[in-house]
């Protein structure tokens, strides 16, 4: 799928074709014309802002700010990955919520929960949030075990990404 992003954006240039003009010594149009555009798909693919990592976590987790350095007011993207990694002996429940500020209004995107009570569990999701400048992005994790001998365990990450604007 990269390819064809790319493809629409960046022109077919022929490799054969020489990269320095032999008589300006500057590069050839063609060869500036793919660079530049290369350049220009660069700058338009988001960057990783942060990546909070949890593990072996056997609890809920309260609001939580997630580190960032003073961040601009516009549409971040969220990804949020967790896993079982040691299932519950009777039951459990793993909710992941990111919470962010839009406009002065404080709001919540929940993942839902996640019931399956094995180590295949997991859960993967990624949605755009539009945040205040000075805003900050919160995760929390509300997490229920049925009791027995053991408790379920979970690792989580979330990344943050800023597009450009």
């Not at 802002?49 to 056997?58: A, F, H, N, P």
């Not at 990111?98 to 569990?121: K, M, W």
């Amino acid at each position: 799928m990269a390819s064809t992003v790319l493809n629409a954006w960046i022109p077919f240039i022929n490799v054969r074709d020489v990269i320095l003009d032999s008589v300006t010594k500057l590069c050839a149009p063609s060869w500036q014309t793919w660079f530049l555009a290369l350049w220009g798909c660069v700058n338009l693919t988001p960057q990783q802002r942060k990546r909070v990592t949890v593990s072996t976590q056997g609890a809920s987790i309260a609001a939580t700010d997630i580190p960032l350095a003073a961040i601009p007011a516009r549409i971040y993207h969220v990804g949020v990955f967790a896993r079982v990694t040691r299932a519950g002996s009777v039951s459990s429940s793993l909710n992941v919520t990111i919470r962010g500020i839009d406009d002065g209004v404080t709001y919540d995107r929940a993942t839902g929960a996640v019931t399956t009570n094995t180590t295949g569990t997991n859960l993967c999701v990624s949605f755009p949030m539009r945040i205040d400048k000075d805003g900050p992005i919160q995760y929390l994790v509300t997490y229920a075990d049925g009791g027995g001998a053991n408790n379920m365990l979970y690792d989580l990450e979330i990344v943050v990404f800023e597009w450009p604007s």
